[in-house]
């Protein structure tokens, strides 16, 4: 349903997004799971048609992105980060005028208005006014935006920022519903999230795909396997294929800073000897080998430290990001 | 309903909802109100000074009295409130994040930009169609030519078609609404000015191309009666570049 072929986009000197490519099938749930400023948003926008990509191609159900925008725009539902909600109508007018401009014929759009108020739970504040609702009621009526005209494709660009944790709970059930009938792309830097609602995972860092798999394959990958980290001053540029040549080398994930690798190998072969070698015999200027022992949330905070490194303002550790959320599982 | 319609309804509704349409259509009406007010006692004194004159019944051209000047004046009066009308149209869009939904949403951009014009447009017809108590009062107490009088309004409507296209496209220029309506305002000036400009320079090409530009002559020519397919046509185009225009610089936005 969605293809993403090598897409980058540049503004200017930056480039935000770096050759990503992935698909999602049909009725799969995708999770695009990524720090602050990774490169997210940026590619929900090439897919929505909304930003032009500066290479590769984009295609939704067969239509490409650049070339029939309408085609793409009539079959998704999308949700931005901040909910595109018009403060001044209520609840019932907005949902209206968006399905009238989606083409909804009044029959099936009273039908459609009345399902998803139902499935958001927006019926007590159905006739009020948009601006004066809280976050939470803005967060859901904007995923009914999304859902109203029962589109095949969801992108869902934090869907439960703003949430409480109870409603948090009900948004990622009925993600999960939508699964089997719906594509679904939801982006989050919450990796409990990804994991309870997602079938696949695709974790981006500074603009580029680091890793992707499903969360159990993923967590399970890393268990079974030995891990060791290698940081080298001058990698060249088919590093990840050399180390793939040493026996035993099962994945390499390029990440981290200053040529920062991470190797798997199989369980009880222990690579570091080769590894040191090779690095040393090559002068690549190794500067760190260890073994390291990893869970899923420390591959995360692994591969996208390069980001933080860089220093965002305002925004905390990756730790710090998922404590709360991690309170909010265990609270309700 | 298609695209444009469910536009129209809800940029109207969301006029409607504030209060600048309100404010903006009581300040309108009073001032042309007051203005209409003024220029009848205007003529009315006239009247009696041709009296003592002339003796016995004196004939004074309502036409050329009050309404040629009437027509004048409201022109500088929509210069100054139309930005106001025009001025969130796109740059509130872009300010709260809904612009993003609009541009993402099935509706083309031709839909979306002639959705907005038209609903401004309805609202400035809306108030227009207030200010016809002024004739059609006038008209129970004396004699006038109403034909002057229908061409103006044509005038006044084609006129503030224009001055909306030009409010519209700096509205897409923005995303602060002061600056949308100060831009406007701008712009409209100049097109104003550009008579000036157009008459010093007299009868050369480059006057004569000046002065076309301008709304000036072609506006002055519908409030005197005169419907020319030249006027018309100044004004269609205009309107029809202006949101072309806009249709440009709101595609260019995403691509910023």
């Given at each position: 349903m969605i293809d993403v072929q090598q897409v980058t986009k540049r503004y200017g000197q930056h480039t935000a997004i770096d050759r990503v490519t992935f698909s999602v099938a049909k009725g799969e749930v995708l999770a695009f799971l990524g720090?602050?400023?990774?490169?997210k948003t940026t590619t929900m926008r090439i897919l929505t048609c909304f930003l032009p990509a500066t290479e590769g191609s984009a295609r939704i159900a067969g239509y490409d992105c650049q070339d029939q925008p309408l085609e793409v725009k009539r079959r998704i539902g999308y949700l931005p980060?901040?909910?595109?909600?018009?403060?001044?109508?209520?609840v019932d007018e907005y949902l209206r005028f968006v399905g009238q401009l989606r083409g909804l014929t009044s029959n099936t759009l009273t039908a459609a208005i009345n399902r998803e108020v139902e499935r958001l739970g927006l019926g007590p504040v159905r006739?009020?006014?948009?601006?004066?609702?809280?976050r939470g009621y803005r967060q859901r009526v904007g995923l009914a935006q999304a859902l109203v005209h029962d589109p095949p494709v969801l992108i869902l660009d934090e869907?439960?920022?703003?949430?409480?944790p109870k409603q948090i709970i009900e948004i990622r059930e009925l993600i999960r519903s939508l699964a089997g009938s719906h594509s679904v792309i939801l982006s989050t830097h919450i990796l409990p999230e990804a994991t309870a609602v997602c079938q696949r995972v695709v974790i981006i860092s500074a603009g580029r795909i680091v890793a992707e798999d499903t969360p159990d394959q993923l967590s399970a990958r890393l268990r079974n396997s030995e891990k060791i980290s290698v940081v080298l001053k001058r990698p060249p540029g088919d590093v990840e294929a050399r180390f793939k040549e040493i026996p035993g080398v099962q994945h390499v994930l390029a990440g981290g800073e200053g040529g920062g690798f991470l190797l798997e190998s199989e369980l009880g072969h222990d690579i570091r000897e080769d590894v040191g070698r090779l690095a040393v015999n090559s002068g690549w200027g190794l500067v760190e080998l260890k073994p390291v022992s990893m869970t899923l949330e420390d591959v995360f905070l692994r591969l996208t430290r390069h980001e933080e490194s860089m220093g965002q303002p305002g925004q905390g550790s990756g730790q710090t990001e998922l404590e709360p959320m991690e309170r909010a599982e265990t609270s309700s | 309903m298609t695209p444009i319609g469910a536009i129209v309804a809800k940029e109207l509704r969301s006029y409607f909802v504030s209060p600048v349409v309100y404010v903006v259509g009581a300040v309108f009406l009073l001032i042309v109100g007051l203005l209409a007010y003024l220029y009848i006692v205007f003529a009315g004194a006239q009247a009696i000074q041709l009296m003592q004159i002339q003796g016995g019944q004196a004939q004074i051209n309502l036409n050329d009295l009050i309404f040629r000047n009437l027509f004048a004046s409201v022109r500088f009066v929509l210069l100054i409130i139309l930005p106001i009308l025009t001025m969130r149209l796109f740059a509130e869009e872009r300010k709260l994040r809904t612009f993003e939904f609009l541009m993402t949403s099935p509706a083309g951009l031709n839909e979306i930009v002639a959705g907005k014009f038209v609903s401004v447009f309805l609202v400035f017809l809306g108030l227009l169609a207030w200010t016809s108590l002024i004739p059609l009062t006038l008209s129970l107490f004396s004699d006038f030519d109403w034909h002057p009088v229908l061409t103006g309004y044509l005038g006044l409507a084609l006129l503030g078609a224009l001055f909306l296209s030009v409010g519209l496209l700096a509205s897409a220029l923005t995303e602060n609404q002061i600056v949308a309506a100060f831009v406007s305002f701008g712009l409209l000036l100049l097109l104003w000015l550009l008579a000036g400009m157009g008459s010093l320079l007299g009868d050369t090409t480059a006057g004569q191309i000046i002065s076309y530009v301008s709304f000036m002559e072609h506006y002055d020519h519908l409030v005197r009666g005169l419907v020319d397919t030249k006027d018309l046509v100044y004004f269609a185009t205009a309107i029809i570049l202006l949101l072309f225009l806009t249709h440009r610089v709101v595609d260019s936005t995403r691509w910023r």
């Amino acid at each position: 349903m969605i293809d993403v072929q090598q897409v980058t986009k540049r503004y200017g000197q930056h480039t935000a997004i770096d050759r990503v490519t992935f698909s999602v099938a049909k009725g799969e749930v995708l999770a695009f799971l990524g720090p602050n400023g990774a490169g997210k948003t940026t590619t929900m926008r090439i897919l929505t048609c909304f930003l032009p990509a500066t290479e590769g191609s984009a295609r939704i159900a067969g239509y490409d992105c650049q070339d029939q925008p309408l085609e793409v725009k009539r079959r998704i539902g999308y949700l931005p980060e901040t909910p595109p909600v018009y403060q001044e109508l209520t609840v019932d007018e907005y949902l209206r005028f968006v399905g009238q401009l989606r083409g909804l014929t009044s029959n099936t759009l009273t039908a459609a208005i009345n399902r998803e108020v139902e499935r958001l739970g927006l019926g007590p504040v159905r006739h009020r006014l948009i601006g004066n609702l809280s976050r939470g009621y803005r967060q859901r009526v904007g995923l009914a935006q999304a859902l109203v005209h029962d589109p095949p494709v969801l992108i869902l660009d934090e869907p439960t920022v703003g949430l409480d944790p109870k409603q948090i709970i009900e948004i990622r059930e009925l993600i999960r519903s939508l699964a089997g009938s719906h594509s679904v792309i939801l982006s989050t830097h919450i990796l409990p999230e990804a994991t309870a609602v997602c079938q696949r995972v695709v974790i981006i860092s500074a603009g580029r795909i680091v890793a992707e798999d499903t969360p159990d394959q993923l967590s399970a990958r890393l268990r079974n396997s030995e891990k060791i980290s290698v940081v080298l001053k001058r990698p060249p540029g088919d590093v990840e294929a050399r180390f793939k040549e040493i026996p035993g080398v099962q994945h390499v994930l390029a990440g981290g800073e200053g040529g920062g690798f991470l190797l798997e190998s199989e369980l009880g072969h222990d690579i570091r000897e080769d590894v040191g070698r090779l690095a040393v015999n090559s002068g690549w200027g190794l500067v760190e080998l260890k073994p390291v022992s990893m869970t899923l949330e420390d591959v995360f905070l692994r591969l996208t430290r390069h980001e933080e490194s860089m220093g965002q303002p305002g925004q905390g550790s990756g730790q710090t990001e998922l404590e709360p959320m991690e309170r909010a599982e265990t609270s309700s | 309903m298609t695209p444009i319609g469910a536009i129209v309804a809800k940029e109207l509704r969301s006029y409607f909802v504030s209060p600048v349409v309100y404010v903006v259509g009581a300040v309108f009406l009073l001032i042309v109100g007051l203005l209409a007010y003024l220029y009848i006692v205007f003529a009315g004194a006239q009247a009696i000074q041709l009296m003592q004159i002339q003796g016995g019944q004196a004939q004074i051209n309502l036409n050329d009295l009050i309404f040629r000047n009437l027509f004048a004046s409201v022109r500088f009066v929509l210069l100054i409130i139309l930005p106001i009308l025009t001025m969130r149209l796109f740059a509130e869009e872009r300010k709260l994040r809904t612009f993003e939904f609009l541009m993402t949403s099935p509706a083309g951009l031709n839909e979306i930009v002639a959705g907005k014009f038209v609903s401004v447009f309805l609202v400035f017809l809306g108030l227009l169609a207030w200010t016809s108590l002024i004739p059609l009062t006038l008209s129970l107490f004396s004699d006038f030519d109403w034909h002057p009088v229908l061409t103006g309004y044509l005038g006044l409507a084609l006129l503030g078609a224009l001055f909306l296209s030009v409010g519209l496209l700096a509205s897409a220029l923005t995303e602060n609404q002061i600056v949308a309506a100060f831009v406007s305002f701008g712009l409209l000036l100049l097109l104003w000015l550009l008579a000036g400009m157009g008459s010093l320079l007299g009868d050369t090409t480059a006057g004569q191309i000046i002065s076309y530009v301008s709304f000036m002559e072609h506006y002055d020519h519908l409030v005197r009666g005169l419907v020319d397919t030249k006027d018309l046509v100044y004004f269609a185009t205009a309107i029809i570049l202006l949101l072309f225009l806009t249709h440009r610089v709101v595609d260019s936005t995403r691509w910023r």
